[in-house]
């Protein structure tokens, strides 16, 4: 746990974890090579956590379930006292290596 912005919330490490085993939980035919998960402040001043998921698949990513990932993320990190909304991006391990992604 760590202070942000006057609140003690979870480091982001622990974040990273949540996110990695609901993704594999929910997904368990994707290789998942990173999570990256940084506070932010959107446009209306609430918290949210930007978070990249780097992946390797043998085909694209099953749309279904991506659309509902955030509904299972967010109890997880609820429950573990982070509040912020997860704003989820994901990128494949190619495009993240062409990018020069340190994670990827």
């Known amino acids: 746990m760590i202070l942000y912005r006057g609140f003690i919330v979870m480091n982001t490490e622990a974040v990273e974890q949540i996110v990695l085993e609901v993704l594999r939980r929910r997904m368990p035919e994707v290789t998942f090579t990173a ?3 940084e506070r932010d402040v959107d446009s209306d001043g609430q918290d949210v956590m930007k978070i990249a998921v780097v992946f390797e698949a ?3 990513l099953d749309a279904s379930k991506v659309a509902g990932l ?7 990190m609820n429950e573990q006292g982070e509040t912020s909304f997860p704003i989820v991006s994901f ?5 993240a290596q062409k990018a020069g992604l340190a994670a990827a």
């Open 35 to 37: 999570v990256i998960a």
């Open 58 to 60: 043998a085909s694209d």
């Open 70 to 76: 955030i509904r299972h993320m967010r109890p997880a």
């Open 91 to 95: 990128i494949s391990k190619k495009e």
